[in-house]
């Protein structure tokens, strides 16, 4: 590697994620509802058939090699119990963005949605425990590049890989896996 990147993890707050989405949570009057319970409408966009997922992500070292972005869809994520995740992000542009940009950010009980073109990396770094799941929420055509075709380069999603590039990003928060030591 040429260069070694850090970047701290932030609160998770509505304006501190408002430039990559909007955070999952009950907030605010309730779009509907009726006695017994509560509707916060959210505003999914996709082009093709939503496909929805239980993604299941792994406890790896604290590095991020590989962001992508997402052209035609709000991809969604949402934690199923278990521990607190990291997810890394940067603002929609439409070349990657410099490692300085990244946002560290810290999913405990809340999830997230990307607004369209929301840089982010493709892994979340669980940081307890052997794994944690996710609820996920993107839409078929896009799900089926990256994964039915894969090898083919992608109209729908933009990747760009950090590590081939030179650059490793490391999220400061204290890792579950020390890469020098498995």
């Given at each position: 590697?040429?260069?070694?990147?850090?970047?701290?993890?932030?609160?998770?707050?509505?304006?501190?994620?408002?430039?990559?989405?909007?955070?999952?949570?009950?907030?605010?009057?309730?779009?509907?509802?009726?006695?017994?319970?509560?509707?916060?409408?959210?505003?999914?966009?996709?082009?093709?058939?939503?496909?929805?997922?239980?993604?299941?992500?792994?406890?790896?070292?604290?590095?991020?090699?590989?962001?992508?972005?997402?052209?035609?869809?709000?991809?969604?994520?949402?934690p199923l119990g278990g521990p607190p995740a990291i997810i890394v992000v940067a603002e929609p542009s439409k070349t990657p963005p410099e490692p300085e940009?990244?946002?560290?950010?810290?999913?405990?009980?809340?999830?997230?949605?990307?607004?369209?073109?929301?840089?982010?990396?493709?892994?979340a770094y669980p940081e307890a425990g052997p794994h944690a799941d996710f609820l996920f929420l993107s839409e078929e055509a896009t799900v089926d590049e990256l994964f039915a075709n894969a090898g083919r380069p992608p109209q729908r999603t933009q990747v760009f890989d950090f590590a081939a590039a030179g650059t490793e990003i490391v999220i400061a928060t204290k890792p579950l896996i020390d890469k020098d030591n498995p």
């Open positions: 590697m040429n260069r070694t990147i850090r970047i701290p993890v932030a609160p998770l707050t509505p304006e501190a994620f408002a430039p990559y989405g909007r955070i999952l949570a009950p907030a605010g009057p309730r779009d509907a509802g009726r006695e017994g319970y509560d509707i916060w409408v959210q505003p999914f966009a996709a082009e093709t058939r939503p496909r929805l997922q239980l993604v299941r992500y792994h406890a790896r070292p604290f590095v991020v090699a590989v962001i992508e972005r997402h052209l035609h869809v709000t991809e969604a994520r949402l940009a990244l946002r560290a950010f810290r999913l405990d009980g809340e999830g997230v949605m990307f607004s369209r073109g929301t840089w982010h990396a493709i892994d």
